[in-house]
């Protein structure tokens, strides 16, 4: 680019901003049109909310929000001590029930868990996390006395069994709807997929494959997205690419033993289900990135040959394996296979109770996820170094709560000795504590706080912070024999499982099917099959890692459309997501289903476990350790999940093993300090790309 280009594109540039104001200027005309609508409206006498919100395009809750008056007549009466949430997306009121449960601590003696470091009251004067000017949410805790007691059940007659059928595949094939090419078999077409709407695909390929196909994997192409420039948002454009008209079909309602129905939707992997108007056809089209990332390089006929051998080499392990649609499907019913028919667990695992679900749900994050910024890291890095850990959750599968909970008060745990508690803290456990960061500390925040936002965690590591947090055994005990300092860590309540095995079989078989295909990937001498053996391996790492994470059970939140005519019968605790002329989208959540795979134990435990080997693993064949807690200070730039990113290479061994550290990228600074997730993963990409080109080089 030359100086008279530069001036232009910035003249352009200043043009799109102008433009950007006026449209915000005339957004904010017509919201404040719409509140002086809904405020007339509100003055006629049998105004309900759940009337005007889909007329509004907004959610009950913010109608009720701009006109008080609204609040329905159960909303509207004096609001009791909030009882103990069952929903993990609803929060506490305030601080009041958080606190409640310390009392019990405040005559609690001091104990030591592991010398030096001991577990206290926290300082006098402390100001929790929830009285902080930026008002994180607060966490639920457990009621006291008998009503939190009664919470540490098993779910009646609901556990996870081992399957008395065998699942049947289905038949399937592989379009790249960019190009129009489909595999079905062993067989390659060229497919006219006109404007790649879903009717024009559902067509297209039951023309050609006339036989029955009840799954279409979306290669490349993404025609959920192909008028994206048109909505706001990505899940906009592909909720109106899934409930477009698509003639001869409707949405699927589920057959037989799938209860899956509906379409899924979701920005980049959603799912489209659809049936005959007949009713005896059924099929669904999905994204293959749900499995794996493919290159541009990377034709049908490659991701067919990728699962071919992802299917045989599972069979080595299952007889009766299917690849299912999705990876977490697939993980779980794999599990389920593994489930011991005789012995101590031949009746299954029992499902927790709803409310220690709700729980969990709302108190166990997942993978860290921080970027550290200036001051506290150089604003010129001297270079970019990430490490991933390879396979990582397969690291921690060794040990899962099992049996009955237990419930650990401050009492409890104080009364017991320094050996006991240990033991403890190092078993599978779920911990209410109070945390306390050393006046002398210099380094990365090592356990998880929750943040303002749904479901956000940060990492406190100012000198001195006090916060209230839950947070695992494993985390636990790495603040607590950090080769550093150790934290000062006050028990406030807690959850106690047996230790347990329920899911070492399984992970032991899907980590020697990613041994196999990884060393095929290594040795084939045919590119095309080493590329494809790749590509299974990595749906082996998504089929144990989102087969984890579906333990985790969710609250489930059902997306559905209204036409417009009908408005009213839009359901009034609904969100409206998205409206046009013909119809209304919205969605609401329905809560916990009776899952009998539902143990968002078994995921907290090897959550906790990842999220603390990325700050500090041993070696043990190598007599050393690996992660954050042994650089310098201020060389940590980010966590990603399972990736560090710092700003000097480390000497850690690599053994291929799953949780060793392995050099992802490597960019040379000087570097401008990333302030934003955008910069790291340009600075990321733009390191990947040296590393690989200095290996081949």
Known sequence: MDAHSYNAALTELRTVRDRIKKARAELAKLEADRDQRISRLAAYDKAKAERIAPAAGMSV????????????????????APEPVTSPETDFDGTAQQQAAAPAMNGAQSQPVAPPPQISTAPAGATPESAAPTAPRTLPSLPEGEAGDAWFTHTANLASTRPNFTQQARSTVFLDTTSGVLVHRHQTHHLDLGRRTAADVLTAVFHTVPDGVERIYITAGDPWHRDAD???????????????????????????????AGHFVHARNPVGRYQSDDGKTHVEIRSVGEWFDLGTNDTPATVRDAFVLLWQALRRHWSDAVLMGSPSQTGRDLWTRTIPARGQHADGFPVLSEELRGLLHATAG???????????????????VEYDRTFA?????????????????????????????IRALYGCGHWHVRVTVPDTWNHVGLLPAPAPGDRAWHYPAAPGTTFTTWAGGPELHTALTNPLQPWKIEILDGILWDDGKPLDDWAKKLKDTWTNLTTQAQIHGD?????????????????????????????????????RALERDVPPDAEIVGFDDQQITWQRPTGFSRDPNAHPEWAAAIWSGARAALLSQRHRDDDTYAGALHTMPGTVIAFRTDALYLTQPQNWPYHHQPGDYLLRGHLTGPLPAPTTEEELLALRDAGRATHTTRQEA
């Open 61 to 80: 809750a913010n109608i009720v929000a701009l006109v008080p008056a609204l609040a329905p007549d159960d909303l509207a009466a004096p609001r009791q």
């Open 230 to 260: 048109r909505y706001p948002y990505l899940r906009d454009a592909v909720t109106a690419w899934l409930n477009a008209p698509t003639p001869g079909w409707r949405t699927d309602t589920g057959r037989g033993r799938d209860r899956m």
């Open 366 to 384: 997942q993978g860290r996820n921080e970027l550290i910024t200036p001051p506290r890291v150089p604003e010129q890095l001297p270079a970019l």
């Open 393 to 421: 959750y397969a690291k921690h599968t060794w040990k899962s709560p099992v049996g009955a909970p237990r419930r650990i008060t401050a009492a409890t745990f104080a009364s017991w000795s320094e050996k006991e508690q």
């Open 527 to 563: 590119p095309g099959q080493a590329r494809a053996a790749h590509l299974a391996s990595r749906a082996v790492r998504a089929i144990l890692l989102y087969g984890i994470g579906s333990f985790a059970q969710r609250p489930r939140m059902v997306t559905g459309t209204t036409p």
